[in-house]
Nanobody, 124 residues
């Protein structure tokens, strides 16, 4: 099975925006849960946003209202639009997928297929 591939990370000033993309192959279709997760040095991995096959979404409290998860099935791509970025958002960001079609948890351990990550750095 094809591994997801993230892109779009980089460095941005506080208050800026970035849009992450994930080439997710067939994971954008059928009964997959899709999600974005992040991990900063010395911190635990955390769920950022998840997207179910029916289009429903869930967000971490820390990013709700600032980040938006979406997908383009035709392009097999998953996106994370990140606005009003703060230094606390700096982390390695990963996209992931799991073979489940109902409730999609924000817990990273529930996801099976992972990308290699893309670095996001937000400076003051």
């Amino acid at each position: 099975q094809v591994r997801p591939v993230e892109s779009g990370g980089g460095s941005v000033q506080s208050g800026g925006s970035l849009r992450l993309s994930c080439l997710a192959s067939e994971y954008t279709h059928s009964t997959y849960c899709l999600g974005w997760f992040r991990q900063a040095p010395g911190k635990e991995r955390e769920g950022v946003a998840v997207l179910a096959s029916d289009g429903s979404t869930r967000y971490a409290v820390s990013v709700k209202g600032r980040f938006t998860i979406s997908k383009d099935n035709a392009k097999n791509e998953l996106y994370l639009q990140m606005n009003s970025l703060q230094p606390e958002d700096s982390a390695m960001y990963y996209c992931a997928a799991d073979l489940r079609g109902a409730y999609c948890p924000v817990f990273w351990g529930a996801y099976t297929y992972w990308g290699q990550g893309t670095q996001v750095t937000v400076s003051s």
